[in-house]
């Protein structure tokens, strides 16, 4: 037997040699790991800086004091995301009515947010994270298909700057809108 003859340190030592073995695996076979885990309920949102379809720069700060419903969505103009971001459109008077705001980013760039903003007339900021780093800060990075994207989830913002909620798993692009809708009213 080799090693310590203490049967815990030796399985200590074997799960710390498989979980670097894992590590490095992962980096060398290009599987997104998130670094950061995604802010929990009640913690403050990440502060984040990025610009929009039309080139206009977006803090977070811009909007203390208001609900802010922050959704990340993995690809600009691909069927899912495009029925979330009408349906986030179609209600955006609604959303309006109670002072909240609604963003979305992905990794698109801002041209590719441009196109798609004008091609379905979504009125709200469609933020680029190109540079992945808000979605990293948010724990969304995943990959899918072998490209790197931003999971479907979504942070809905006290005006505090503090996260009232967070829309990890199965997030329904079709009834995910009047999901937030509902939940907002009952924060409220």
């Known amino acids: 037997m080799i090693g310590s003859g203490r049967p815990e340190v030796e399985g200590e030592n074997l799960m710390k040699k498989l979980a670097l073995g894992v ?21 403050a949102a990440p502060e984040f800086r990025l610009q929009d379809q ?19 969505y993995p690809k600009a103009d691909t069927p899912g995301c495009t029925t979330e971001a009408c349906e986030f ?13 609604i963003l979305g980013v992905s990794l698109d760039d801002v041209n590719s947010q441009k196109e ?8 709200f900021p469609l933020l680029s994270d190109a540079q992945q780093v808000v979605a990293e800060r948010y724990g969304v990075l995943t990959e899918f ?3 790197v994207v931003a999971d479907r989830q979504t942070f809905l913002i006290n005006p505090q ?11 329904d692009p079709e009834a995910h809108s ?11």
Not at 92 to 101: K, P
Not at 161 to 171: D, F
Not at 178 to 188: G, I, P, Q
Request: charged share 20%; with cysteine.
């Open 54 to 72: 039309n080139f206009q720069w977006h803090d977070l700060g811009d909007y203390a004091g208001q609900w802010v419903v922050l959704y990340f």
């Open 145 to 147: 298909f072998g490209n």
């Open 116 to 123: 798609f903003s004008e091609k379905y007339s979504l009125p």
């Open 161 to 171: 700057g503090k996260i009232a909620k967070h829309y990890e798993e199965g997030v």
């Open 89 to 101: 459109r179609d209600n955006i008077f609604s959303f309006e009515d109670m002072g909240a705001v």
């Open 23 to 43: 590590a490095a695996a992962a980096l060398t076979c290009g599987v997104v790991t998130t670094v950061l885990a995604a802010p929990a309920v009640g913690e």
């Open 178 to 188: 009047a999901e937030v809708l509902n939940d907002l009213k009952s924060l409220m």
